[in-house]
DNA sequence: AGTCAATAGATTTTCGAAAATCTGTTGATT
DNA sequence: AATCAACAGATTTTCGAAAATCTATTGACT
């Protein structure tokens, strides 16, 4: 089963590698929320000992993917409507002061940028060609990168990262609504609206396009949260990832 | 030297303990900013092994206090001007979204609260009583406490966390000015009106108050920074903390 | 039956040493 | 002298096992 080998290329550490690969499988809901992690478990699955995994978890903590229980081991961050709103508030707001500094201050190479990254997005189906009712993971990097090139201008590392973030935890939610309800809506042209309004340096109508991009995300995940919540999350209980 | 035992009584794991022991440590400059972190000379200090200390700077380097080369091990995060001012200028944002909700947010017992942070504030003087020319701790604890009180009813504890982690990678500055020039003005008047414009509900007021103190502060420090940059960090790359 | 202490098994936390990697030095070569 | 490979010591990274802690169960007692 763990064919693949523990240290990937691009990655010199085992601590690194496991780090990636379990955000990644934190926010695609391969590791469900609220799931317990035992090392045991972990071990086999990404081959490698506890001390990497305990590394790379309590870095998953400090991002907001993970908590600890001090003695009783870690969990996948629980999820909530009421984070749910809490989160895509917040990152509205961050990103309109992003988007704002991205608008006033980006250049040519960032035109330039945005424009690719646009490009790039466009040519992915945001469904699986292959299995159908899972999404395109190729549509999801560049989703992700979309969204980044937009405020790459902003000139904060700062703001950049906590944006980087928010966006993360703001992805684990989407992979749950798609799980239960299917692919979101097909948002070619909103992305394409907004690249032409941060092109215009029309930061109202952009920050305002953002909003409602990510409102409009809110109100179909908060949706498919409180249809599974007797569903999935039921069957987890039984299931007992939960204590 | 060590005397101290390793786990504190109120953390229950020695990664805990180590943990909020190094941050302190970073925050107040006791290990300077680039300074490497030889988990050697952290285990002797802390007196824990490597695995709560690698534990600990993992989750520092996702705080932002800690930078982590792979294979060539941690060091305290460097500082720069150009840092600083980013830092800030975040930090005046995410504290404008916070103090707005908040105000618009707090009932009675926020109220109480913030009323409450302010006196014991008040009645702490910020000069070490003992040794002069060293900021008094519990003043910090109190001062961090009364700007925690402003934003506690915004309601997000998505921006609280944000914004707790923007002020402790600012008060690393501070304690890296004061290092060099000798505390910062004496602002108690400047918290009373901050405290005065808030529980008006005055939240133009408030906010501008705010970026004016986070301004000053930022003034002050870039200055000690930049008449500091050939003396102390100077003597800091011939003691070979650097490269 | 219900409560509680004792115990055993499961799990997390921590350590010490082995393995891997880096850094500076030596010495050979051009 | 400059370049470079090989080596040795320093340091980080990782593992496996020991220690500490938690959890569930049993059995004694009220």
């Given at each position: 089963m763990p064919a693949m080998p523990a240290k990937r290329s691009t990655d010199q550490t085992l601590t690194a590698s496991a780090l990636n690969r379990i955000r990644l499988d934190i926010i695609a809901c391969r590791l469900m929320p609220n799931e317990r992690l035992r090392f045991e478990a972990l071990r086999k699955r990404y081959g490698v000992g506890v001390s990497p995994l305990r590394e790379a978890l309590m870095r998953l903590e400090a991002e907001g993917l993970v908590q600890l229980e001090q003695n009783k081991g870690f969990r996948v961050s629980e999820v909530s409507r009421e984070n749910l709103l809490d989160l895509m508030q917040t990152r509205i707001e961050i990103e309109s002061i992003a988007l704002r500094w991205s608008l006033e201050k980006g250049g040519v190479e960032w035109e330039a940028n945005l424009l690719g990254a646009f490009h790039r997005l466009s040519r992915?189906?945001?469904?699986d060609p292959n299995k159908?009712?899972?999404?395109n993971e190729a549509w999801s990097r560049e989703h992700a990168a979309f969204h980044a090139a937009l405020v790459s201008a902003c000139g904060s590392e700062t703001l950049v990262l906590i944006r980087q973030r928010l966006f993360e935890q703001a992805e684990r939610y989407v992979s749950l609504s798609i799980m239960s309800n299917g692919p979101l809506r097909d948002d070619v042209g909103e992305h394409k609206q907004l690249m032409r309004a941060a092109l215009n340096r029309d930061v109202d109508r952009t920050v305002e396009l953002n909003r409602l991009h990510i409102g409009r995300t809110t109100d179909k995940v908060a949706a498919s949260l409180a249809a599974s919540r007797s569903a999935d999350i039921g069957a987890a209980l039984k299931r007992k990832s939960f204590k």
């Open positions: 992915q189906t945001k469904l159908h009712e899972t999404i």
